[in-house]
């Protein structure tokens, strides 16, 4: 198995005008490629910004990140864009689709930014919504659609582009517990695949599901637990 | 993201605030369709004088009292004042003195009433030689024009412009009938062909014209004072030559210096000049004002497109997150300014053509619209939008995927 992620002493300090604050104090942590890790955790302990440097939405303010073997901490903006749009799907728990859009055309968006010409984004927007079993209602918008559908709809963006690694930031936090069950079914179907998955959650039985459950407090990794080593 | 992509999501985000794109584009509509009809409006002006100069004569040269260079100096006519004689033109027609002079006409022009039996019109009376028909380069339509016998005695005989002749006379040729002016009986001998200068109702059509001495007469003027002296040259390339043998004749005759003249001496060309020159200054005054207005024009897109990058930091953020460049979203946002302008820009196009055909039936002046205008118009709506996209499409370009998927 070789390491996806590599974190050496993260570090993420928040400044805004008079306030200074670490969100993150020294973060050290390896996830291996095919791993299905939950990260978990009280609400204010960092768990987003983990998430958010994980997926080079932000650089840390110190420490070095390697993803997939690239040191990305020094990388540019222009390449920062490449690497989340070739390496990375995300799941956001607010879904995140854009409202004047239909299904496809929000699952397409990735592949308009990867160069892929229009009549192959179609049909590679149909096959991702077909395997979150949404094929009926890809000329629906978001707002036609259940929470759990626009969520599905989310993950099937996340899937379009065959990205290694995906990152989903409490997907269940806005979902009753049907469509929960649903999209958890969804993450272990990919995990099972060979996808790697990080899940942040604060509910107990979500981060059951996963593989590895990361402990985080106050900015800091407090536990690092395989699956049945604790139960 | 390739260009095609760009386009149609931009196209596809001003579709989606429809009226408040339309909105926006109103200022440039506007802007646009006043610069080209102001400009219009000037050209048509310009072309109208032009038309009617040039109907005067290319061998003509015109000399008048005062020596005003300005447009209201131009047609002369200060009666009494006036510093030209007829002892100039006299002079200016001695071949001796000035070779290149083919004819000469003094005229006197005052504007008075004509009576035919009930029928009263005030028109132009120009008093002048035998020679005005052929330095006006004018014909008859019936009749015949006074002889030099005529003008010699002050006989008492009127030529009519057509369109006098239609006011005074309802029926049938006037020729031949008599008309009054302040009392004095004068004989119709003939009517003028339409001068066939530009726009119809022109004073070149209106007017009534009596040997120098009879107008003289009948109107009570100092005798021997006239307003204009046409001067035909010989041929259009002895103009400049003529122009000059008459300059220092007057000069001589009044004992002046260059510097002080009392009288102007005008061809064709510098009457177009200075009536162009008048023209000019007014036309880019209210092109002025109109590209002020376009500038406003500009600017509301620049509030809209950062109003519109502020509403939208969420989907913004979104873009960036799945793969969005800097460059993308600046491109992004930079179209969708260009397309409110270009299509602002073609909707004032079309406003301006509909309204430079509608308008000279409305306010009775031509406007004439160029190609290269309109052209040039579309270019500046397209480049206000570009310019005034730059700023809002580089603030959409800097915000950080979090802060915009932060923003709730
Ligand atoms: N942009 C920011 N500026 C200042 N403080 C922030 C910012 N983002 C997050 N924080 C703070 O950092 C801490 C961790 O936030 P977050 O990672 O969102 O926590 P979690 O997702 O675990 O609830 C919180 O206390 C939060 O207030
Ligand atoms: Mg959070």
Redesign the interface.
């Known amino acids: 198995m070789s390491a996806i992620i590599e974190l050496e002493s993260i570090r993420k300090t928040y400044r805004s005008a008079a306030v200074e604050f670490e969100a993150l104090r020294g973060v050290d942590c390896t996830i291996q490629a095919g791993e299905y890790v939950a990260v978990v955790g009280p609400s204010g302990s960092g768990k987003s910004t983990l998430m958010?440097l994980l997926?080079c939405?932000?650089n840390p303010s110190e420490g070095r990140y390697h993803l997939a073997g690239e040191d990305v901490s020094t990388m540019s903006?222009?390449g920062l864009?490449?690497v989340?749009?070739?390496r990375i799907g995300?799941v956001?728990q607010?879904f995140?689709l854009?409202a004047?859009l239909p299904a496809w055309r929000n699952v397409e968006?990735?592949l308009?930014?990867?160069?892929v010409p229009?009549s192959e984004r179609r049909e590679r927007a149909l096959a991702a919504l077909d395997r979150v079993g949404l094929a009926d209602r890809v000329d629906n918008r978001p707002g036609e659609l259940s929470g759990g559908q626009q969520q599905r709809v989310a993950i099937a963006?996340a899937l379009v582009t065959e990205p290694s690694l995906l990152l989903a930031d409490e997907p269940t936090g806005n979902l009753d517990s049907r469509s929960t069950a649903d999209v958890l079914g969804l993450l272990d179907e990919l995990h099972a695949a060979g996808r790697t998955i990080v899940l942040i959650t604060h509910e107990h039985d979500v981060a059951a599901r996963a593989g590895r459950r990361l402990v985080i407090h106050d900015g800091e990794i407090v536990a690092d637990h395989l699956a049945g080593a604790i139960a | 993201?390739?260009w095609l992509?760009t386009v149609r999501a931009a196209a596809?985000a001003v579709r989606?605030h429809r009226l408040r794109s339309v909105l926006t584009m109103l200022g440039i509509v506007i802007g646009i369709s006043s610069v080209i009809l102001t400009v219009g409006l000037g050209q048509g002006a310009q072309d109208e004088v032009e038309d009617q100069i040039s109907a005067l004569g290319s061998n003509l040269l015109s000399v008048s009292p005062g020596s005003s260079t300005d447009a209201s100096g131009m047609r002369g006519g200060f009666g009494s004042a006036s510093t030209l004689t007829l002892a100039d033109a006299a002079a200016i027609a001695d071949t001796d003195v000035v070779p290149d002079a083919a004819a000469v006409a003094p005229t006197s022009t005052t504007s008075t009433s004509v009576v035919a039996g009930e029928t009263n019109w005030t028109t132009s009376l120009i008093g002048t030689t035998a020679s005005w028909l052929d330095v006006r380069a004018r014909t008859l339509d019936s009749g015949r024009f006074f002889t030099a016998a005529e003008v010699a005695d002050g006989a008492d005989v009127v030529v009519l412009g057509p369109d006098t002749a239609g006011e005074l006379v309802a029926r049938g040729s006037p020729v031949g009938e008599t008309v009054r002016i302040d009392g004095n009986a004068l004989t119709v001998i003939g009517v003028l062909a339409p001068s066939g200068a530009s726009a119809s109702g022109t004073s070149e059509d209106d007017v009534a014209l009596t040997p120098i001495g009879t107008a003289m007469r009948v109107t009570g003027q100092t005798p021997s004072s006239v307003s204009t002296i046409y001067v035909e040259a010989t041929s259009g390339t002895t103009l400049t030559a003529a122009y000059q043998e008459v300059e220092a004749l007057l000069l001589n005759l009044h004992g002046l210096a260059s510097a002080d003249a009392d009288f102007t001496n005008a061809t064709q060309d510098s009457l177009v000049a200075t009536a162009n020159a008048t023209n000019e200054t007014l036309t880019i005054l209210l092109a002025g004002i109109a590209a002020i207005s376009l500038l406003v024009g500009g600017i509301g897109v620049m509030n809209i497109m950062l109003v519109s990058v502020t509403e939208r930091v969420?989907?913004i953020g979104?873009?960036?997150?799945?793969?969005?460049?800097?460059?993308?979203i600046r491109r992004q946002f930079l179209v969708e300014a260009s397309l409110l302008g270009l299509v602002g820009g073609l909707v004032g196009v079309v406003i301006a053509l509909v309204g430079a055909a509608a308008l000279p039936a409305l306010i009775g002046q031509p406007v004439s619209v160029s190609a290269l205008a309109t052209a040039a118009a579309l270019g500046t709506a397209l480049a206000l939008g570009i310019g005034f996209g730059v700023y809002p499409a580089s603030r959409a370009a800097r915000l950080?995927?979090?802060d915009a998927?932060r923003s709730?």
Do not use: C, W
Not at chain 2, 320 to 328: M, N, Q, R, V, Y
């Open positions: 958010h997926g939405l932000d903006e222009a864009a490449e989340r749009n070739r995300f956001f607010q995140h854009l004047s968006l990735p308009v930014y990867a160069g229009r963006r | 993201m390739s992509d596809e989606a969420r989907e979104l873009r960036k997150a799945l793969g969005a460049t800097p460059t993308a950080t995927p979090i998927l709730e």
